[in-house]
């Protein structure tokens, strides 16, 4: 009995490489993208904090 690789096989190994490297791609992504949210907030809260101690906001 000759062991070979069919088709079932192929799309199987196929499916679960696609289905981990896009779990790891997503969870990537989201790491990515929670650092650089956290790194604007952060310039945010410290361009506010130091216009609004430096001067007065101003009403229109």
């Known amino acids: 009995m000759e ?3 069919t088709l079932i096989h ?3 190994t196929a499916g679960v490489f696609s289905a ?3 779990w790891y791609g997503f969870m990537f992504g989201r790491e990515s993208a ?3 949210l956290g790194d604007l907030i952060e310039n945010l ?4 904090s130091s216009s609004s101690s430096s001067s007065p906001p ?3």
């Open 34 to 36: 929670r650092k650089e």
């Open 3 to 5: 062991k070979s690789f």
């Open 20 to 22: 981990v490297s896009c």
């Open 58 to 60: 101003s009403h229109s």
């Open 10 to 12: 192929m799309v199987a």
């Open 45 to 48: 809260r410290r361009d506010n």
